[in-house]
C-alpha cells in the first residue's frame, strides 16, 4: 500500500501529539523541506522541487535553500519540529500550530558544532541530537563527534 508519493529523499520522520506525520526532505540542487504527509497524496517530486503552486500536489509546509539546510534528521519534541541540518551546521525549530501547519522556523546551534544529525525526543523530555564532522564531509574538532542534549 502506498500512504503518499512525489517524496525527493526524506530524511526524518515525526509524529505529532494529533497523530500527524511530518517528513523532513533532502532536496535535489535547490530547496530542502519539510512536509505534512497526507495519505494519499503527491508531494510534487520530480517535478517540484520546493513549493510548486500547482493543484495536483501538495506543497511543502517549510522550504530552506540547501545551503541552509540538508537535513538529516527529524523530532516533534515540545509543539515544535526540529530538523537537524548537515551543510546548514545548525538545528532548525519549527513550531507546531494546533492545526498542521508551523510557525517562522529559527536556527538554534548557527555554526557551533558542525553538521547536525538526528535530533531524538527522549522519553525523559529532553531533547538530544548528534554531529557528523567525521564523516569525510565536515571539519571535524579535536572533541568531535558529540552528542548533544538541547537546552535552548
Known amino acids: 500500500m502506498v ?3 512525489g517524496h525527493r529523499n526524506p530524511q526524518g520522520l515525526g509524529w ?4 500527524r506525520l511530518y517528513s523532513s526532505e533532502l532536496g535535489d540542487n535547490t530547496w530542502d523541506e519539510v512536509n505534512l504527509i497526507e495519505p494519499g497524496e503527491n508531494h510534487g517530486w520530480p517535478v517540484c ?3 510548486c503552486g500547482n493543484a495536483e500536489f501538495v506543497d511543502p ?3 530552506w ?3 541552509e539546510a540538508s537535513p538529516s534528521g527529524l523530532a516533534v519534541h515540545d509543539g515544535h519540529l526540529h530538523v537537524a541540518a548537515l ?3 545548525q538545528l532548525w525549530q519549527v513550531p507546531l500550530t494546533g492545526d498542521g501547519s508551523v ?4 536556527a538554534l546551534f548557527q555554526g557551533e558544532h558542525g553538521r547536525l544529525r538526528t535530533p531524538v525526543s527522549a522519553p525523559d523530555g529532553t ?10 564531509n565536515g571539519t571535524p574538532g579535536p572533541d568531535d563527534d558529540q552528542v548533544l542534549r538541547v537546552t535552548r
Open 49 to 51: 522541487e520546493g513549493e
Open 127 to 136: 531533547l538530544w541530537g548528534t554531529t557528523s564532522n567525521r564523516d569525510g
Open 3 to 5: 500512504h503518499s508519493m
Open 61 to 63: 509546509l517549510v522550504t
Open 103 to 106: 510557525g517562522e522556523p529559527a
Open 87 to 89: 551543510r546548514g551546521q
Open 16 to 19: 505529532d501529539d494529533a497523530g
Open 65 to 67: 535553500p540547501t545551503s
